[in-house]
């Protein structure tokens, strides 16, 4: 680590605690902030690392409610597209600095920010018509992409998904499946690419009950506390997070 633990662990905590409170009670959707905050004091793999086992467990914990009610068609065609993704990301890990990293998981969270506000201010809107098959796997390969690089596969995956018009709970079920797997598929690369070392797990270890306190938090949130608020929040920490980030890169 290149600063002394506590001072990653004040950064860490809140990170995971946002990440964990988006994945069970906000559709995840800012899930990846998680990441992308923790980049500002790790190195970004170092960041990823960290992130990948928590966000695995946090899965776990969300994917019993939403058993066998997803739509396997569509997560079907975005898991055959996600594993070249996943690959195409693994293979410019191997041979990327970390600068180049800090600069895609940047832009990512100011294009996640971009693509949100483009749909509430209406100047985006989902396809009126269902995507074709073809397009399901399209979005797979770069949400497996994003979802390597910057934990960020959810707006590719929602762009098909929200053109198939699937039912509230279908929706969820489908994401929840579809980045469970794609977790699972990133653990070996990862692993293969010294992504994880023994630090890594033993901050995963340590930051465990935050991930799943998260969690349980985020479903107790979802009854009380205005989406919009929680994602006015977010956005704000992504823009400057992924401005600090954009910054540290080209400097």
């Known amino acids: 680590m290149t600063l002394p633990d506590w001072e990653v662990f004040a950064v860490a905590v809140p ?35 960290i992130m ?8 776990v ?3 019993r409610p939403y058993w066998k009610r ?4 569509d997560a079907n065609r975005l898991l ?7 690959a195409i990301g693994a293979a410019l890990y191997s041979v990327a600095d970390a600068d180049l990293f800090r600069l895609l998981i940047g832009g990512i969270c100011l294009a996640f920010i971009g693509w949100q506000m483009s749909l509430r201010a209406g100047l985006l809107r989902p396809s009126q018509r269902p995507m074709p098959g073809w397009a399901g ?14 934990h960020a596969g959810g707006p590719p995956a929602a762009v098909y998904l929200l053109s198939r018009r699937l039912d509230k709970t279908q929706f969820q079920a489908t994401t929840v499946l ?8 990133k653990f070996v690369p990862y692993a293969f690419l010294g992504i994880f070392t ?3 797990l033993v901050f995963d270890l340590i930051l465990a009950p935050v991930a799943l306190f998260g969690a349980w938090l985020g479903v107790r949130a979802h009854r009380v506390v205005p989406e919009g608020l929680f994602f006015g929040i977010t956005y704000v920490l992504l823009a400057v997070t992924g401005s600090k980030l954009i910054w540290d890169a080209l400097t």
């Open 198 to 200: 023994v630090e890594t």
């Open 15 to 49: 990170a995971v605690l946002l990440a964990g409170i988006s994945k069970g009670g906000f559709g995840s959707g800012a899930a990846f902030a998680g990441a992308s905050i923790l980049a500002l004091v790790v190195p970004p793999g170092q960041a990823l690392g």
């Open 70 to 73: 997803w739509s396997w068609v």
């Open 61 to 63: 914990s969300t994917l």
């Open 178 to 185: 579809v980045f469970w797997a794609y977790n699972v598929v």
């Open 52 to 59: 990948l086992p928590l966000l695995m467990l946090i899965d």
């Open 80 to 86: 055959w597209g996600g594993v070249p993704g996943v």
């Open 137 to 150: 796997i399209v979005a797979g390969v770069v949400a497996g992409f994003t979802s390597f690089v910057s």
